[in-house]
């Protein structure tokens, strides 16, 4: 039947997959990589590394510090032969594009090495978790050792002075002394703001004024916070990437009936795997024996396990729950859907959301401002008051103050953790920026067709009239469209399936374009189509008013009207309570459709949406979408179809369906992969979190350093705090981060 009606201009054909997501991702778009340059004025594009000379990751292990990570990105930036580069401190990562990759990893090194002496530069990623262990025992050893000479200094001051002299001279070594050549290094390279260069100053400048108790005492709890920070960081990033790396270290390879356990990188397309109960799907594939049911949920956040047996699609990460599986090899490990959320997460740590680099910027800033501060505190009121002991112990207080680090690992975390956090529910976040601007849209505007309903026709109502029963009714409406590719010819042969009911094959068809079908079959003369083809046939079609909304298709049987069916769209099963939630968070809801006005109608009032816009082009779309954000404010626009690219790249966020169209997962910020509607407001409600969580570090370490300032300059706080200021607040803000990973 070929109907031409309205109301179906956007009918989408998705591939729907029996596999574990259901869904067929024949595409890139997770790992995005590209930037989303969009119609809003204030929105910035991606910070990813964008060029066209040749780019390589390579990973900074041992980097401990924020401030120092954007440090080194600076200077790498200022290569000749480099044409951008970001770190990501949250994976530590650093991507370089350039066109001398070869010549260039010694230089990477040395600028890297003298910033933080620690950090080694590495093409590929190692497994270095023993090797720090290791280094944080040496450190724990150290900071032993010093505790134990600091607390017999303290015990036998008073009473031999000397020996407890050499004592703290001794402790301050064993904590101190790397720190110290760290920064004399560092100063010979320039780097004056350099934190080790200003812990030395403030503690060797309380040894000048015969405060060696103090100066100790600094250092040992500095480096007890440096450590302790340090073992947070590396846990959360554990956390996060434990939650988005469910990549394979082995696969269970098949030669016949014997297994072989082979490295995860080395299986090929063709290969077949077992996959037994309770393991992950390893690799992309096909299945060629078994039957189970697969869990999706780390995939895709779908609670609901899917039925999989042979000729099924099934994706990696997915578990197998209930039986063993013999799985045919389609997608390599470095193609494969564990992989590309793993690389889509790392993408997005690198796009830095535009507080990531407002702070930066501002803590080189802040660091020279308090240091300059700190000199004129010592010098200024001394020259005055002549209490020269007192004001430069007060200025080395604020010099330890001064160090940025609480402020600079305050924003990335928090970001990275909620990125982090969507892909556990099966939402992609493409960059930091996306988090920040889903943040302050106003109003959410939604395609109908595959966004707010399934894409798929259903038969609605069967209504027969005279003698006819409904069973008859469908029987002879199915029969005619039993040959029709038309996705309504499609739904009455499905529907008549589900009843059972028996189809009779015409012996005559005859497809009428834009009004339906006349078909020749044992009753006669059959017409199945719109009120157009009746018409034309003379047949007596009376004003019938249903109170179902769709596409009526009418069937006569030897020129008399018989009944009618309604096809429709279905809703989706969450729809009416995700909208509800969209309006708890203060959003607007809209709809633009190419639809048919009462088709879209209808389904903005089952689903509750509050402004609907029918019978629009794919450029009304974007202008209907520019008059919602003049009156609402920033908006996010959720489609799945390819003529959804322009209204999405329009959006100040843009969101995909998962099973929706290439072009429109490549055009969007963020995307569902349940292609779930409640993944809207889950999506609001992780990015919501994420900004609170960023602004909520940055003004507790602000106010914590001021507080620590003033209170010193009232002759209150001493260096002990200036430390807490430093390494204990940055401790916590790590630890705050990590907090959306458990949030509900």
């Known amino acids: 039947m070929k109907q031409n009606h309205e109301e179906h201009k956007e009918q989408h054909h998705h591939n729907h997959e ?57 200077k790498i930036k200022e290569l000749p032969e480099v044409e951008d580069a970001v770190i990501t401190f949250a994976t530590k990562q650093l991507k370089v594009a350039s066109n001398h990759q070869e010549d260039l990893l010694p230089v990477l090194q040395e600028i890297c090495a003298s910033i933080e002496s620690e950090v080694v530069v590495k093409q590929k990623e190692s497994k270095v978790h023993k090797e720090k262990q290791e280094e944080n025992q040496k450190a724990i050893i150290g900071i032993l050792a010093g505790a134990v000479l600091f607390a017999a200094g303290m015990i036998f001051e008073d009473s ?48 000048a004024i015969g405060d060696f108790a103090e100066a100790v005492g600094v250092m040992l709890f500095y ?29 269970n390879l098949l030669h016949g009936d014997e297994v072989e356990v082979i490295p995860a990188e080395e299986a090929q397309i063709g290969d077949v795997l077992l996959v037994r109960v309770g393991d992950r799907i390893p690799l992309d594939g096909v299945i060629l024996s078994g039957e189970s049911r697969i869990d999706t949920a780390p995939v895709t956040g779908e609670p609901v396990p899917v039925k999989a047996g042979e000729g099924d699609r099934v994706i990696s990460g997915c578990v197998n729950t209930s039986g063993m599986l013999k799985v045919r090899v389609e997608k390599t490990l470095g193609d494969s859907m564990v992989t590309r959320i793993l690389q889509s997460v790392e993408n ?16 080189r800033v802040y660091t020279p401002f ?64 996306a988090l920040e601007a889903l943040k302050e849209v106003k109003a959410v505007v939604m395609d109908k067709t595959g966004t707010i309903t399934k894409g798929n026709f259903e038969v609605q109502k069967c209504i027969s009239l005279g003698a006819w029963k409904e069973e008859e009714l469908l029987a002879v409406a199915a029969g005619c469209e039993s040959t029709s ?105 809209a709809m633009l459709t190419g639809d048919a006005k009462t088709s879209a109608d209808a389904i ?67 995307v569902f992969m349940t292609s779930s509607m409640e993944a809207i407001p889950q999506s609001v409600a992780i990015a919501k979190a994420t900004g609170a969580i960023a602004m909520q570090n940055v003004v507790f370490a602000l106010i914590v350093k001021a507080l620590v300032m003033i209170l010193g300059l009232m002759g209150f706080a001493n260096m002990w705090l200036a430390v807490f200021a430093d390494t204990g607040v940055a401790m916590l803000c790590v630890l705050n981060s990590i907090r959306i990973l458990y949030k509900k």
């Open 18 to 74: 029996a596999c574990g997501c259901g869904h067929d991702h024949e595409h890139e778009a997770y790992g995005c990589g590209h930037d989303h340059e969009h119609g809003s004025g204030d929105k910035e594009s991606h910070s990813h590394v964008q060029s066209d000379a040749k780019q390589k990751v390579y990973i900074l292990e041992n980097l401990g510090c924020a401030n120092c990570a954007a440090k080194m990105e600076r």
């Open 160 to 207: 031999y002075p000397t020996v407890t002299s050499i004592g703290f001279v001794i402790a301050y070594l064993i904590l101190g002394g790397k720190i110290v050549l760290q920064a004399a290094k560092n100063l010979k390279k320039g780097h004056v703001f350099d934190e080790n260069f200003l812990m030395s100053i403030a503690t060797l400048a309380a040894f």
């Open 223 to 251: 480096r007890c916070g440096e450590l302790f920070e340090d073992i947070a960081v590396e846990k959360s990033r554990g956390q996060i990437m434990d939650a988005v790396d469910m990549r394979p270290e082995v696969v």
């Open 348 to 363: 997005a740590a690198a796009s830095k959301p535009k507080i990531d680099r407002f702070i930066t910027r501002f803590a």
């Open 370 to 433: 308090v240091v300059i501060l700190a000199l004129g505190t010592a010098i200024i009121p001394s020259l005055i008051t002549g209490d020269w002991k007192f004001w430069i112990y007060t200025a080395i207080t604020f010099l330890v103050i001064s160090c940025p680090c609480a402020l600079v690992l305050s924003v990335p975390l928090a970001f990275f953790s909620g990125i982090g956090a969507g892909s556990k529910k099966g939402i992609l976040f493409k960059g930091g920026i």
């Open 485 to 589: 590719t038309h996705p309504i010819g499609n739904s009455i042969v499905e529907e008549a399936k589900k009843r059972f009911v028996e189809l009779e094959r015409p012996s005559k068809v005859e497809e009428i374009s834009g009004k339906g079908i006349r078909a020749q079959m044992k009753l006669g003369e059959v017409l199945c189509g719109n009120r157009a083809l009746l018409e034309m046939h003379h047949v007596n079609v009376q004003m019938m008013e249903s109170d179902v909304y769709g596409t009526e298709v009418f069937v006569a049987i030897n020129g008399e009207l018989a009944g009618y069916l309604v096809i429709a769209d279905t809703l989706k099963e969450d729809s009416v309570s995700a909208i509800r939630k969209m309006k708890k968070y203060g959003l607007r809801t």
């Open 604 to 670: 903005a009032k089952k689903a509750g949406v509050e402004e609907v816009y029918a019978q629009l082009l794919p450029e009304d779309k974007v202008e209907k979408l520019k008059e919602i954000r003049q009156k609402n404010g920033a908006v996010m626009f959720v489609g799945d179809g390819i003529n959804d690219a322009p209204v999405l790249a329009g959006a100040d966020v843009g969101a995909a369906m998962g099973s929706g169209a290439d072009a429109a997962i490549e055009a969007a910020d963020v």
